[in-house]
T-cell receptor, first 110, second 116 residues
Framework: SQQGEEDPQALSIQEGENATMNCSYK?????LQWYRQNSGRGLVHLIL?????REKHSGRLRVTLDTSKKSSSLLITASRAADTASYFC??????????FGTGTRLTVIP | NAGVMQNPRHLVRRRGQEARLRCSPM?????VYWYRQLPEEGLKFMVY????????ESGMPKERFSAEFPKEGPSILRIQQVVRGDSAAYFC??????????????FGAGTRLSVL
């Protein structure tokens, strides 16, 4: 299976703290993306990192990619209650379809 | 510019009935993807379509499931003779043409299918 895995499965932090989620995958990729899903809603794209990139920033988000370890991390700094959601990594291997991980459920406590 | 529209949002079917899920991609998007999500799980790829063509259906069950994206109108995911195990949220996503290697997908709100 090409599906990735996120770690941890669930994470609970206080508002203002940083949240780190990890993703591991199995195959070579063209890019890796992170998506957010609020309860009962569709996914929203957050950030894309190409296979030749090692780090990328977008606002309070920082993504790293280590292709030798087939892993990525998503860091959310200064978390807010509104960041409460499930976060998924997705890998793109060349065809247009994406393979999603199992997700990390983040709860930010006000 | 409307986003990806899926309907219905909720669909209840009895075992053996047919379920039809509709997806209208974002304006200008010619790639459509269907995913299935079970509770507390990630999305599982089902099928990737372009107008009038199925590009990749490697995630589709071999029986009872079919998908189309006609020249005119929405993409349809059809499930015949539904069983309880088909109960899930089905998400559609779209992306613009020429987006290979930049395949950011835009998701609809999903259709929640419940099979009684």
């Amino acid at each position: 299976s090409q599906q990735g895995e996120e770690d941890p499965q669930a994470l609970s932090i206080q508002e203002g703290e940083n949240a780190t989620m990890n993703c591991s995958y199995k195959t070579s990729i063209n890019n890796l993306q992170w998506y957010r899903q609020n309860s009962g809603r569709g996914l929203v794209h957050l950030i894309l990192i190409r296979s030749n990139e090692r780090e990328k920033h977008s606002g309070r988000l920082r993504v790293t990619l280590d292709t030798s370890k087939k892993s990525s991390s998503l860091l959310i700094t200064a978390s807010r209650a509104a960041d409460t959601a499930s976060y998924f990594c997705a890998t793109a291997t060349g065809a247009n379809n994406l393979f999603f991980g199992t997700g990390t459920r983040l709860t930010v406590i006000p | 510019n409307a986003g990806v529209m899926q309907n219905p949002r909720h669909l209840v079917r009895r075992r053996g009935q047919e379920a039809r899920l509709r997806c209208s991609p974002m304006k200008g998007h010619s790639h459509v993807y269907w995913y299935r999500q079970l509770p507390e799980e990630g999305l599982k790829f089902m099928v990737y379509l372009q107008k009038e063509n199925i590009i990749d259906e490697s995630g589709m069950p071999k029986e009872r499931f079919s998908a189309e994206f006609p020249k005119e109108g929405p993409s349809i995911l059809r499930i015949q003779q539904v069983v309880r195990g088909d109960s899930a949220a089905y998400f559609c996503a779209s992306s613009p043409p020429g987006s290979l290697n930049q395949n950011i997908q835009y998701f609809g709100a999903g259709t929640r299918l419940s099979v009684l």
